[in-house]
C-alpha cells in the first residue's frame, strides 16, 4: 500500500506540476503559434513536473507516513521492541483519502469527457 500511494502522490504532483506551467506558458506568450504550445507542452512542462513529482513525493514522506508508537505507556519494558528494531510507518489515513479522492475525481472527470456524447 505504501508503494500504491507513494506512486500517486508523485503521479498526482507532477501532473499539477506540468500543466499549470505549460499553461502559464501558452498565456504568457503574446503569440499562439503551434511552435509556441509544443514547446511548452513537451519542453517546458516536463521541467513543473520533475518539480511536482518531488514536492509529491517529498508530502508523501512528510505526511503520508505515519510512525507506529514505540509501547504504550503503562507497558512493561520487555514487551517495549528491542534497541535494533526498526519502527514501524503505516500510512496515514487521512492521507490516503485524500489522495484517492483527488485521483478518483480526475479519473471520473477523464472518464466523462471521453465517453460524452458530441
Known amino acids: 500500500m505504501r508503494f500504491l500511494f507513494g506512486f500517486l502522490s508523485g503521479a498526482l504532483g507532477a501532473i499539477a506540476g506540468w500543466f499549470p506551467l505549460g499553461l502559464l506558458v501558452i498565456d504568457l506568450t503574446p503569440d499562439r503559434d503551434l511552435d509556441t504550445v ?13 518539480i511536482g513529482l518531488c514536492i509529491g ?10 510512525r507506529a508508537p514505540a509501547a504504550p505507556a503503562g507497558a512493561a519494558p520487555a514487551a517495549a521492541a528491542p534497541a535494533g528494531a526498526a519502527a ?31
Open 57 to 66: 513525493l517529498w508530502l508523501f514522506t512528510r505526511l503520508g507516513l505515519v
Open 88 to 118: 514501524k510507518t503505516h500510512v496515514s489515513r487521512t492521507f490516503a483519502i485524500a489522495v484517492l479522492a483527488i485521483a478518483g475525481s480526475m479519473a471520473s472527470w477523464s472518464w466523462y469527457e471521453y465517453f460524452r456524447s458530441p
Open 38 to 50: 509544443v514547446m511548452a507542452f513537451f519542453v517546458i512542462g516536463p521541467v513543473g513536473g520533475v
